[in-house]
């Protein structure tokens, strides 16, 4: 029940298509979805988070989708760059307690 | 505001050896985490502080894996002795306590042989 299934593993997109990256959650106690991306040899940084009471959110390109009944969240990102190409994790956590992370996706963007 | 350092970057070390990791979480940061990650996967929780008091070290291998985070501020991870699975990136977070946004520091990456 404390699991995050994020999928797909790996995905390429050509440079201004809109690439997106979906998680299950199956704990319906978590109340903060954030999105983290990671670049080969950095640690993760927040890039965009929603709470369950918003079934959207937009920061810049990034858009959040959230479905409560569904318990599911995706990531989509806008006119994707190259410098997007990385590993994007998405995470549920519960007040104060431990993000449980998505097993990442692999994002590459073609010039 | 500085971000949360760990020190070291890399470390390679032979099976049954032991090792030390270090974080300085962001000055004010009650809460700090170390997460273990895998090659191709999430980071998964080891240990939470909050101050120095432990909150939660459900998936620590306690037999092998020790921390600590005396006066609430640095904190180290041990892992004695090492096992060829522990090879993975250690990342220290932390937290501002009253906000939901966790920094995470470059990570070491330790290799076991």
């Known amino acids: 029940q404390q699991q995050v299934k994020q999928s797909p593993q790996s995905l390429i997109v050509q440079k201004g298509g809109i690439p997106i990256i979906n998680c299950a959650y199956e704990n319906t106690a978590f109340d903060y979805f954030p999105w983290y991306q990671q670049f080969p040899g950095k640690g993760p940084a927040l890039l965009i988070a929603i709470r369950p009471d918003v079934s959207e959110k937009k920061e810049g390109r990034f858009t959040i989708s959230f479905n409560k009944s569904a318990k599911q969240f995706s990531l989509h990102i806008m006119d994707s760059q190259p410098g997007d190409s990385a590993t994007y994790f998405c995470a549920a956590s519960r007040g104060a307690q431990k993000l449980v992370f998505g097993q990442g996706t692999r994002l590459t963007i073609n010039p | 505001e500085a971000g949360v350092a760990q020190s070291p970057r890399y470390k390679i070390i032979e099976k049954r050896q032991s090792v030390a990791f270090w974080c300085n979480p962001i000055?004010?940061?009650?809460?700090l985490y170390w997460y273990q990650q895998i090659l191709g996967q999430g980071p998964k929780l080891l240990i939470q502080?909050?101050?120095?008091?432990?909150?939660?070290d459900s998936q620590l291998p306690k037999d092998r894996f020790s921390a600590e985070r005396l006066k609430g501020v640095d904190s180290t991870l041990k892992i004695q002795p090492a096992k060829l699975e522990d090879s993975a990136v250690y990342l220290c977070a932390s937290r501002r306590t009253g906000n939901t946004e966790a920094f995470f520091g470059q990570g070491t990456r330790l290799t076991v042989v």
């Open positions: 502080f909050q101050n120095n008091g432990v909150v939660d």
């Open positions: 000055s004010g940061h009650a809460t």
